[in-house]
């Protein structure tokens, strides 16, 4: 069974930072793409929006425009986990923040390809 499990999330004052972690069990992590999707409030049941992930090989790496000069993701295969560094944080990046894994692809852009969602974690950013 995969499990992936989110933390890190909380509040946080704009202009801060936090760092969310993704705990892989069931899967070798290192082997699949991966990466982090975002649900803001009152978009519950709608698509949630891509924010970063990085390649089956961690040879490339993709952020949304609105994250790309803020967020990195990253991953350490030795703890099979994966992180999302976030910095300068803004009141419109509050959101569930998804950690999910595609089984299928050596890229991880869209939602629809997700085979794996972590449970979310909260972030929300104050002004």
């Known amino acids: 069974q995969v499990q992936l499990v989110e933390s890190g999330g909380g509040l946080v004052q704009a202009g801060g930072s936090l760092r969310l972690s993704c705990a892989v069990f069931?899967?070798?992590?290192?082997?699949?793409?991966m990466g982090w999707f975002r649900q803001a409030p009152g978009k519950a049941g709608k698509e949630r929006d891509f924010v970063a992930s990085i390649s089956r090989s961690g040879g490339a790496a993709y952020a949304s425009d609105s994250v790309k000069d803020r967020f990195t993701v990253s991953r350490d295969n030795a703890k099979n986990a994966v992180y999302l560094q976030m910095h300068s944080l803004k009141p419109e990046d509050t959101a569930v923040y998804y950690c999910?894994?595609?089984?299928?692809?050596?890229?991880?852009?869209?939602?629809?390809?997700?085979?794996?969602w972590g449970q979310g974690t909260q972030v929300t950013v104050s002004s």
């Open positions: 999910a894994l595609d089984s299928n692809h050596s890229d991880l852009r869209f939602s629809s390809t997700v085979d794996y």
């Open positions: 069931g899967r070798t992590s290192s082997r699949y793409a």
